[in-house]
């Protein structure tokens, strides 16, 4: 059974949502990924197209999610608690959206005040 892949999971998708996000950056590396980054800061990717969703997550995010089937911790980041969520996974478009979201949050929150304020992000705790 091929996967169906949320609207996320597809380049344009991925590209469209991580606009919308506060002072969030698009950017194409090392394989055409479509990366997105906060103050210069890496958030989330979309590795392939359609693809899997890479995102930082919480400690407590990243051990709930890399039990369940079809998302595994992501290549080479997973040291700094990233996940890699590919279709198979039980997540719908809307929660793997609201995970790009905490990501955006979590990494934009350790930016610099100055960074911060200079991006009109504000008080992101």
Known sequence: ???LYPDIMHRGGFEVFVA????????????DDSVAKVGGKIF????????EVWCKTSDLSFAL????PGIRP?????RAKWVAISASS???GDEIKAY???AHRLVAARLSQKVRIALGLGDLG
């Open 44 to 51: 989330a990717l979309l590795d392939r197209d359609p693809g």
């Open 65 to 68: 999610l890399t039990e369940l």
């Open 20 to 31: 919308g996000l506060p002072a969030a950056t698009l950017v194409r590396q090392w394989r």
């Open 1 to 3: 059974m091929t996967p």
């Open 100 to 102: 790009v979201t905490e």
């Open 90 to 92: 039980p997540l719908s």
């Open 74 to 78: 992501a290549p080479y980041f997973a």
